[in-house]
Nanobody, 124 residues
């Protein structure tokens, strides 16, 4: 059974940094991509960043470009978040795709497996 477990969330002041981790287990083949999404209270879930496993490349939402960095090391994916703002406050989820369904990386329906989430709270 596939498991995605996020960690590293917490409370931080604006301008601070946090690193989220997503540990993947239970799948012996290669993933197509691993991504981070977030959902702020009262808002829809939105894509934050993605790592394409085969290409070794990343994409970012405009709102986090230049501040967040996603990386992959074996079965662990990391999201380094710098210069955090109050609007970054949300529950952050790790998601994994086994294959490309033909949509964009920002579409949550492209992902086959999800973690339970880790809360990030940024105070101003």
């Amino acid at each position: 059974q596939v498991h995605l477990v996020e960690s590293g969330g917490g409370s931080v002041q604006a301008g601070g940094s946090l690193t989220l981790s997503c540990e993947v287990s239970g799948y012996s083949h290669s993933w197509y991509r691993l991504a981070w999404f977030r959902r702020a209270e009262g808002k829809e879930r939105e894509a934050v960043a993605v790592w394409f496993i085969g290409a070794g490349s990343a994409r970012y939402a405009d709102s986090v470009k230049g501040r967040f960095a996603i990386s992959q090391d074996n079965a662990k994916n990391a999201l380094q978040m710098n210069s955090l703002k109050s609007e970054d406050t949300a529950m952050y989820y790790c998601a994994a795709s086994v294959f490309d369904r033909g949509g964009t990386w920002t579409d949550e329906h492209e992902y086959h497996h999800w973690g339970q989430g880790t809360q990030v709270t940024v105070s101003s």
